[in-house]
């Protein structure tokens, strides 16, 4: 969404159009949120399939922090590699999800690990209220 506002701007801010500086955002916008289901179907259930499957099979093997980044990087790596698929017809569009698809890698085990300790401190917190 951000980046096709994003984009528009730019857009119109070199060409001076104002065409594309008032409308082109809002049709983005209007966009997608349609498109937010199809992401959902395709990106997101499957890539908390793929996690919670990985996070089953490392088991109690490991620390729970080493299991959550394991879980978070693979989880990351099917994403990109779905991501890079599906986008590798699309010229312009492919090179920047190919830069994508490595950053969510790299920093897929620092990004999960904060947000299960994030939800695991509020969770203690909740419980240890009442």
Same mark, same amino acid.
């Given at each position: #969404?951000?980046?096709?506002? /994003? ?8 060409? *001076? $159009?104002?065409?594309?500086? #008032? ?28 996690? /919670? ?5 490392? *088991?109690?093997? @490991? ?5 959550? +980044?394991?879980?978070?990087?693979? #989880?990351?790596?099917? /994403? ?7 986008? @590798?017809? #699309? +010229? $312009? ?14 920093? /897929?085990?620092?990004?999960?690990? +904060?947000?299960?300790?994030? !939800? ?9 209220? !009442?």
């Amino acid at each position: #969404m951000f980046g096709g506002i /994003a984009a528009s701007l730019a857009v119109a801010g070199t060409s *001076g $159009d104002l065409y594309a500086a #008032m409308f082109t955002p809002i049709l983005t916008l209007f966009g997608s949120f349609f498109l937010m289901p199809i992401y959902f179907v395709l990106f997101i259930l499957p890539s908390a399939l793929v996690f /919670a499957t990985v996070l089953w099979l490392v *088991g109690e093997k @490991h620390e729970y922090s080493l299991r959550i +980044r394991i879980a978070g990087t693979l #989880m990351a790596l099917t /994403a990109a590699t779905a991501l890079v698929g599906v986008t @590798h017809t #699309m +010229r $312009d569009i492919a090179e920047l999800a190919k830069f994508v698809a490595v950053a969510a890698i790299v920093i /897929a085990p620092f990004t999960s690990w +904060r947000a299960f300790r994030t !939800q695991w401190l509020t969770a203690e917190k909740k419980e240890g209220g !009442q």
